[in-house]
Nanobody, 124 residues
Framework: QVQLVASGGGLVQAGDSLRLSCAAS????????MGWFRQAPGKEREFVAA????????IYATSVKGRFTISRDNAKNTVALQMSSLKPEDTAVYLC?????????????????WGQGTQVTVSS
């Protein structure tokens, strides 16, 4: 059974930091890129960050570049998203996903397995 379980969300104030984690099981993890996406109420799911299978390649959405850092631990089948200087517009459900290939891409179609997400709420 494929599972991508995201955790670490919560309610924080603007300027605070949060660290999200996603634990993968039931699928091959180390050979594929991983990504984080987010979806706010009434909005489409949008790309946040992605990391290649080795961790050497990372890409970020312009809106989070310089504030968020994606990382992975292939020994533990986990991917993390360190978020700092959070803004109210970062409020969303954050989901992790496994890529279809080893390279990091921003498009939703490049991911085949998705977790259910964790809620992040940033108050002003």
């Amino acid at each position: 059974q494929v599972q991508l379980v995201a955790s670490g969300g919560g309610l924080v104030q603007a300027g605070d930091s949060l660290r999200l984690s996603c634990a993968a099981s039931g699928l091959t993890f180390s050979g594929y890129a991983m990504g984080w996406f987010r979806q706010a109420p009434g909005k489409e799911r949008e790309f946040v960050a992605a990391i290649s299978r080795s961790g050497s390649g990372v890409i970020y959405a312009t809106s989070v570049k310089g504030r968020f850092t994606i990382s992975r631990d292939n020994a533990k089948n986990t991917v993390a998203l360190q978020m700092s200087s959070l803004k109210p517009e970062d409020t969303a459900v954050y989901l992790c996903a496994r890529g279809k290939s080893w390279a990091a891409y921003p498009g939703r179609d490049e991911y085949d397995y998705w977790g259910q997400g964790t809620q992040v709420t940033v108050s002003s």
